[in-house]
């Protein structure tokens, strides 16, 4: 055995590309599931949801402007810096979900094929969600599908990584931007997911990760009137309806929740790309 | 000069069949609602058009359960092409009907019969008939191998197009395999109610459509109501929210087609005569009844005066008057009610220092008839720039440069349409991208139709009405 | 570029515009342009005007006084023409109040015949030029059939522009001979026809049009006759849009000559609601409006008598001449 000591990593907010505190100067231990304190989590407060906003937003139009080619390419590069740090998230989401090494890796692996779903989808949701339609007139018409803006996504509490990268993905592949607030719980692969977005090509912004509680933090999503979307995943039961009343101020849509959380490993559908997509249909006439 | 004065040339009201006494149709029988009867108003006479029975929480109760009935025993349960044939039914039934349909919605609704007649009633039977053949088409439209209908839909439509409206609504859900609960508007429930009749002549089973005429208190039972599955709503953004904080929790399926301020957007490169035309179409057409309305010209400075002085020019052949009258081009304001609203807002204008023209035309002296208005030298602050009018109004802004044009259309919370006016190609291809709006119309304005989807970004709502996405909003997925 | 036009009292812009071909050119093809579905919808949503009662009555007076009656047949012989004037000088026989028609149309070498039978009338006789209908001659030959007609004593020269030259945008060569036509004219009064027919597209109609009207035509017309389509309702739309906006830039008051095609009654209407709505209402005027028909003073006169009598008339009922 060595004696050096170790160096214990920091967890902190992910913000714009950044890695700040919470403004609030709060954090929160993490334990493992047997209760072993693992490290302190910051703890997001209502302002950090709001610089998070801010930047989600300023992230919005460079993002959903970008080809989706080269989303494509992005999020695949996520897949492939995930697959580097393979054995970190092996071990982070075998301590915070309590698994066997066997069950986090296949944890991981599905993370990482997720990506890569995702990943192809880019190019192909224009393909699949629009369309051109056959007026009875002397038009061209057609509908494309465009990403709905800024999307908070409370993240699942029991799946730490599978589970988050499940409701992130479909976000961002459709061109959205995306304010999570992770498990309260299991925050740990959150952050480092998001050091692993921080070095892949997802600009900054495009994805803020906030730890911390949903209970706390939903709310100011929810009402935030900048914000269009909301996945009500990870929020406590309790609360959902509360949420999806807050979301009705600014006709936010709404993912709701299924009452239990569901399972991630099961293959994914189109439905959550779908809930992040706004259709848009355009006229021209035809002459000459 | 001798000057020209087109004689009255009045659609025969008669065509109307129109009765004294309307009631409500429930499980396939019209029957009378336990509700405090309504009366329906003529809003260019103000006369009283027929007496209309409304439904009670009970009578909402009675239908919903009908439409369980019918849609877990028969409809639901049908094979596509069955339903399919129900609905084209529906579809020529309101081609046969067509006139007396026109007559009757200009009566109870003021808009001219030229648009009732060439608008509402044509594209009504359009919606049955495309949705008609998607019954049996279902499993081809994108969501899995045999997508199942939603359940109950309750259904709560606005006032502008009293027809048109009940059409998107019941046509994809019964396509579907749905049944409805609809409740039209307070003040024009006449054609939901002859529609009503021809879903009878039709024969379909009982239950799989019923229509309950009421005010908001009846739209907030069907919403409400347990029973209910889906719940589509068209109106306000005001009551849009309600809608979405009343339904929270339930787990109900919800698609919202709310208000609009949209960006009219024309480039100093525009077809000038027929940018004026969509401009004049785009807030005119029906009273500016109309959610998607462009109620925000935005024009390039460079040509502004230039467009203004045509713009004035034709909006002043405006024909405002008698909605029966075949020459009229703006009917009456709906109601008491929105004419005050009109008023309200004209009045904030001129207060915050807008300039106000009316059209000289002249106005009957009976009913609620709001000349054509165009206000220019607006700013973006201003509240006629920002809330829905809705009505013959309209707010003129200029802009310099096309990423100026695109952050004013867009600095709204509403998103529903937007129009420009370019005959620069890739530029119409830029705007369309850059516009935030369910729909943008390019070099032309306020076009619809069964196959193209309608629905807003925002505040404007959500769920698209029309198109193979448009189903979405009546299948369980 | 010959001397601008006599007639028209150029603006000091307009003058610019036709000081050479570039900049003719660069102002024809600055116009706004026409999106063909708008301004077809626009004409058939103006087209469900129902012009009833005295209105109509109204309409079909201002029509009848609109029309200029048209033979232009290889066959016209003396007697036709003839028979043709009586007819515009008096459209109803057994209705004298009936308005007579506002010109006889022939070709120059029957335009002798027209005036004698015309004298005194007031009925003006027009007569077709420049090569008609093709225009494809010298200018030389444009300029003598011009001079044949108005020396016959035409108080009225209807040319046809070379669409050619115009197609392949020689814009300077068809403002210069309309300017020279116009100058041939002397007193008679020009109408340049465009045929619209041949000109494809909409955006050509109204750079055509402004062609006309910076080169001095008094009048822009659709059509020969003699190509399909003649005149449409949206090409004349176009054209009394070109003849408004000359308005404004000038004061001036120009005509707009739909022709060929125009048959009923119903469709005079349309034309004349285009006129009200699109032109405005000072256009309805023979000083500023015609008709190019031959079949359609029949209808007119059929149908007046359908308004007064109470009941449908028949065709046994008007004359043919």
């Keep these: 055995m060595s004696d050096r000591m170790s160096v214990l990593k920091t967890y902190k907010l992910f913000i714009g590309g950044a890695f700040p505190r919470s403004e609030s100067g709060r954090s929160y231990p993490v334990n493992d599931h047997r209760g072993n304190f693992l490290a302190n989590a910051a703890q997001a407060s209502r302002k950090d949801v709001r610089e998070a906003v801010t930047a989600a937003r300023k992230a919005f139009p460079g993002w959903s402007g970008a080809t989706a080619y080269n989303r494509g390419q992005v999020l695949y590069r996520v897949a492939e810096l995930l697959e580097g740090r393979r054995e970190q998230f092996i071990a982070e989401v075998a301590a915070s979900e309590g698994v066997q090494a066997k069950r986090a890796q296949s944890i991981v692996d599905g993370a990482i094929d997720r990506w890569v ?137 709404v993912l709701r929740a299924p009452s239990s959380e569901p399972d991630w490993t099961r293959a994914p559908d189109i439905s959550r790309l779908k809930r992040y997509l706004e259709h848009k249909t355009v006229w021209h006439p035809v002459g000459v | 000069m001798t000057t020209w004065e087109y004689a009255p040339a009045p659609e025969n009201r008669d065509i109307a069949n129109l009765k004294p006494n309307y009631r409500m149709f429930v499980d396939g029988e019209f029957t009378e609602g336990t509700g405090e009867p309504l009366k329906t108003v003529n809003p260019a006479t103000e006369e009283v058009l027929a007496e209309v029975s409304t439904a009670s929480t009970s009578d909402v109760d009675r239908a919903v359960k009908a439409a369980r009935r019918a849609h877990d025993r028969v409809w639901g349960k049908m094979p596509g092409a069955e339903r399919a044939k129900y609905v084209y039914r529906i579809a020529r039934m309101i081609a046969e009907r067509a006139r007396e349909l026109a007559v009757l919605e200009s009566l109870d609704n003021g808009k001219p019969i030229k648009e009732s007649r060439d608008v509402d009633v044509p594209l009504a039977s359009a919606h049955f008939f495309h949705h008609a053949g998607w019954a049996d088409k279902l499993s081809y439209a994108g969501y899995g191998p045999d997508p199942r209908p939603v359940g109950v839909a309750g259904q709560v439509i606005p006032w502008n197009f009293p027809l048109l409206m009940a059409a998107w609504k019941i046509a994809p859900a019964l396509a579907c395999g749905n049944t409805v609960v609809l409740k039209p508007a307070e003040t024009t429930p006449l054609t939901a109610l002859v529609l009503a009749e021809i879903v009878q002549q039709a024969d379909l089973p009982p239950g799989v459509v019923n229509i309950l005429p009421g005010a908001g208190d009846v739209g907030a039972a069907v919403v409400e109501h347990p029973g209910v599955d889906k719940v589509a709503f068209t109106g306000s953004t005001d009551v849009g929210k309600i809608i979405q904080r009343a339904i929270a929790g339930t787990g109900k399926k919800l698609t919202l087609e709310l208000g609009g301020k949209a960006a009219n957007v024309v480039f100093d490169d525009a077809p000038l005569d027929q940018a004026v035309e969509g401009i004049v179409n785009g807030i005119f057409f029906n009273q500016g009844h109309v959610c998607c309305a462009g109620s925000r010209l935005l024009v390039q400075e460079s040509v502004a005066d230039e467009l203004l002085e045509k713009l004035r020019a034709r909006v002043s052949t ?96 509403y998103g529903l349409s937007a129009g420009i006016w370019t005959d620069k190609g890739s530029r119409i291809l830029w705007m369309a991208q850059k516009l935030r709006a369910g729909v943008v119309w390019a070099n032309t304005f306020n076009r619809f139709d069964p196959t193209a989807p309608f629905g807003g970004y925002q505040e404007s709502g959500f769920g698209r009405e029309g198109g193979r996405v448009g189903l979405e909003a009546y299948l369980d997925v | 570029m010959v001397a601008p036009p006599t007639a028209s009292g150029l603006t000091p812009e307009f003058a610019d515009v036709t000081r050479d071909e570039s900049s003719l050119r660069r102002f024809l093809h600055g116009l706004p342009g026409v999106d063909q579905v ?82 005194g009338s007031g009925v003006g006789v027009a007569s077709v030029a420049t090569a008609f209908p093709s225009g494809r001659s010298s200018m030389r030959v444009k300029i003598a059939d011009t001079e044949l007609a108005v020396a016959a004593g ?164 008007v004359t043919v001449d």
């Design chain 2, 318 to 413: 405006l024909r405002v008057g008698d909605p029966l009258d075949k020459n009229t081009d703006v009917g009456a304001i709906n109601s008491a009610e929105q004419l005050r609203k009109i008023t309200d807002l004209v009045a904030s204008g001129e207060a915050e220092g807008a300039e106000r023209w009316t059209s000289a035309c002249p106005l009957p002296d009976k009913g609620f008839f709001f000349a054509p208005t165009v206000f220019s030298g607006v700013s973006q602050a201003m509240r006629i720039a920002r809330e829905e009018i809705f009505g013959p109004v309209l707010s003129v802004l200029t802009f310099r440069t096309p990423e100026e044009a695109v952050a004013k259309a867009n600095n709204t919370p």
């Design chain 3, 154 to 317: 035409a108080s009225e020269v209807d040319m046809v522009i070379d669409r050619g030259a115009f197609l392949s945008g020689r814009y300077g060569q068809v403002f210069d001979e309309i300017a020279t036509i116009k100058h041939a004219c002397g007193d008679a009064h020009l109408k340049v026809i465009l045929e619209t027919g041949e000109l494809a597209t909409y955006d050509n109609v109204r750079r055509a049009s402004w062609l006309g009207l910076l080169a001095g035509g008094d009048f822009i017309k659709t059509s020969t006759g003699k190509v399909s389509p003649a005149a449409t309702l949206p090409v004349t739309h176009v054209m009394l849009q070109a003849v408004r906006d000359w308005h404004d830039s000038t004061g001036e008051l120009r005509g707009v000559k739909p022709a060929g095609g125009i048959r009923t009654t119903k469709d005079a209407i349309r034309y004349l609601v285009a006129v009200h709505e699109v032109a405005g209402p000072e256009w309805l005027s023979p000083e500023l409006f015609r008709f190019g028909a031959s079949s359609l003073l029949n209808d007119l006169l059929m149908q007046r008598r359908t308004q007064l009598d109470g009941h449908y008339s028949g065709p046994d009922y």
């Design chain 1, 117 to 253: 779903w995702y990943a192809g989808w880019t190019d192909k949701l224009a393909m699949v969600f629009g369309s051109s339609n056959p007026v009875a007139g002397p038009y061209f018409n057609f509908t494309m599908p465009e990403p709905t803006g800024v999307a908070g996504v409370l993240a699942p509490q029991q799946s730490s990584l599978l589970g988050l990268v499940s409701v992130l993905a479909p976000v961002i592949a459709t061109g959205s931007t995306a304010v999570v607030v992770s498990s309260l719980d299991r925050p740990l692969p959150a952050i480092t997911l998001s050091e692993v977005l921080a070095t892949s090509d997802v600009p900054g912004g495009v994805v803020n990760i906030l730890t911390g509680r949903a209970a706390e933090l939903g709310p100011w999503l929810a009402s935030h009137a900048d914000v269009n979307a909301i996945d009500l995943t990870g929020a406590p039961e309790s609360m959902r309806a509360d949420l999806e009343r807050a979301a009705a101020g600014t006709v936010k849509r």
């Design chain 3, 38 to 119: 708008g301004v077809e919808q626009r004409a058939a949503g103006l087209g469900t005007r129902s012009i009833k009662k005295a209105s109509k009555l109204w309409a079909i007076d201002t029509a009848i006084s609109m029309v200029d009656l048209t033979t232009l047949e290889g066959a016209d012989t003396v007697g036709k023409v003839r028979s043709l004037c009586a007819k515009a000088r008096r459209p109803d026989p057994d209705r004298p109040e009936v308005p007579k028609a506002a010109a006889v149309c022939v070709y120059p070498d029957l335009v002798e015949t027209a005036v004698r039978a015309l004298a």
